[in-house]
């Protein structure tokens, strides 16, 4: 009897495999087991049975398939050990069961919600999605909290969860210090909404009481603040740009990698560090003109042609970083190394940790160049209001950006076009309708 590791050939709309543990017995017997996650077909080494190197998260992903490979083949040898022929349906139901024990019965005392939520977490990082597991950790450090202040025990049953402990709760986490967290609504929102997403799987989970819980918290609702998507005119990038030839170290770096970001089709600061020389396509004299990655926060594919100042950036940026080059490294900008990548603690730490030396070179540069300051989420805002500007549809910009659906992108633009209107309206009417036009 053999066990490995495979990709059913029924990708999903993203381009997605289903990963299973194939178990053969005999001539031509085979059993699936699914794992319960999904790899880019473009990511997986079929043969080898493992996700491709290149691929974001790779090692902790091949680990977590090399542990439950692992643990399928303990419980088959325990099976064998008990009896020399084996029906597969039977090795089947063993490595089920070793994969996907069935939940632990609720205690007498019931069901923790951290407690549940915690194992939630860490089955979130588990699967690879460290930063999911990060923002459940944070939202369940903050109820926690509230409920040793408001019961003076750890945790609390879901079965006894009240809309009275999730107000107190939304009230500690909005009230200002000392007395509360002084968090924004918009933030307090988020964590009252992941905490709902702990009980709706509880309640698929079949945890007592956590369908009536789920119902309590969707009633318990923070109104978000509208906040203006922040972004720059193609002019004020140009003024930018302008500021380039007189700067050099780091604060040259960070323009670069900002006006790539921006030229790029509005890529992401996580995968701008990550971009590969491998992933960027030449034409017959070395040009670069083609781009492709794969985006870190949803894992789609994506490219977009390289317009010349994207395209001179990178010529800049060959005899550097590129092969041969003095400060050689397979990654475009050189922010992160293999070592870094391989571990996703380490890569978002990298990351987030260069994101942030960027932001304040950026405000420096902005303020010297005399335009706004934004961020790295303001260059993806600035290309798609400068693509909207000049008339490209909705289909082009939401292709360019690598959203999921139209429906994504139409919600992405639909601040710009509010201010558009408020802005002409204002103009029209003149100076005191803005407090009217605020809702």
Same mark, same amino acid.
């Given at each position: ?7 059913l050939?029924?990708?999903? *709309? ?11 017995h005999?001539?031509?017997?085979? *059993?699936?087991?699914?794992? &319960? ?6 990511d ?7 996700v ?14 090399a ?6 083949q ?5 099976? +064998? ?40 977490q ?5 699967r ?7 923002v459940?950790?944070t ?6 909290d ?15 969860l ?5 107000r107190?709760?939304?009230?500690r +986490? ?7 967290l002084?968090?924004?609504r918009?933030? =307090?929102?988020?964590?009252l ?11 698929r ?11 309590? /918290? ?5 109104k ?9 005119? $193609?002019?004020?990038?140009?003024? +930018? ?6 700067l ?14 921006f030229?790029?089709? &509005?890529?992401?600061? &996580? ?8 992933? =960027? ?9 083609y ?47 293999e070592?870094q990548?391989?571990?996703p603690?380490?890569? *978002? ?5 260069? #994101?942030? $030396? ?9 303020? *010297?160049?005399g335009?706004?300051?934004v ?14 500007? #000049?008339?490209?549809s ?5 292709? /360019?950006?690598g ?6 992108t ?23 309708? &803005? ?5």
């Amino acid at each position: 009897m053999r066990l490995s590791v495979v990709a059913l050939p029924k990708p999903n *709309r993203q381009g997605e495999l289903p990963l299973y543990l194939r178990i053969s017995h005999g001539a031509g017997t085979k *059993r699936h087991v699914a794992l &319960g996650f999904r790899v880019h077909r473009d990511d997986w080494n079929g043969r080898k049975g493992e996700v491709r190197r290149s691929a974001p998260e790779a090692h902790h992903l091949n680990q977590i398939l090399a542990d439950r490979l692992a643990d399928a083949q303990g419980a088959v040898r325990d099976l +064998l050990a008990g009896s020399r022929h084996v029906d597969p349906d039977r090795a089947k139901a063993v490595v089920e069961a070793a994969l996907h024990p069935a939940p632990e019965s609720a205690a007498p005392d019931g069901t923790g919600l951290v407690a549940y939520g915690r194992r939630v977490q860490a089955d979130w990082a588990a699967r690879g999605k460290i930063g999911t597991s990060l923002v459940y950790g944070t939202a369940l450090g903050h109820f926690e909290d509230t409920v040793r202040r408001e019961t003076g025990d750890p945790d609390v049953d879901v079965e006894d969860l009240t809309p009275a402990l999730l107000r107190a709760h939304e009230a500690r +986490l909005l009230a200002p210090k000392p007395a509360g967290l002084g968090h924004k609504r918009n933030y =307090v929102a988020k964590q009252l909404s992941t905490l709902r997403a702990v009980l709706r799987r509880a309640a698929r989970d079949g945890v007592p009481g956590a369908a009536t819980a789920a119902t309590v /918290a969707a009633t318990i609702r923070v109104k978000r603040e509208r906040v203006e998507k922040a972004r720059l005119t $193609l002019d004020q990038v140009r003024a +930018l740009e302008a500021a380039r030839p007189d700067l050099s170290g780091r604060a040259a770096d960070a323009l670069d990698w900002w006006l790539f970001a921006f030229y790029a089709g &509005g890529m992401r600061f &996580g995968d701008v560090a990550t971009l590969r020389w491998a992933q =960027v396509d030449r034409d017959t004299d070395g040009t670069p003109t083609y781009v492709r990655w794969r985006q870190r926060k949803t894992g789609d594919a994506q490219g977009v042609p390289l317009l010349p100042p994207a395209a001179e950036i990178l010529a800049r940026w060959l005899p550097r970083t590129g092969p041969g080059g003095h400060e050689a490294s397979p990654f475009v900008f050189g922010l992160v190394t293999e070592d870094q990548l391989s571990d996703p603690r380490k890569a *978002r730490s990298r990351i987030q940790s260069m #994101n942030a $030396l960027a932001r304040k070179l950026m405000r420096q540069l902005a303020e *010297r160049a005399g335009v706004p300051y934004v961020g790295f989420h303001g260059a993806r805002h600035s290309f798609a209001d400068v693509l909207r500007q #000049n008339g490209a549809s909705v289909y082009t910009i939401s292709k /360019a950006l690598g959203h999921s659906s139209i429906a994504v992108t139409e919600a992405y633009l639909a601040a710009f076009d509010r201010a558009d209107v408020e802005a002409e309206m204002r103009s029209a009417f003149g100076p005191g309708t &803005g407090a009217q036009l605020e809702h």
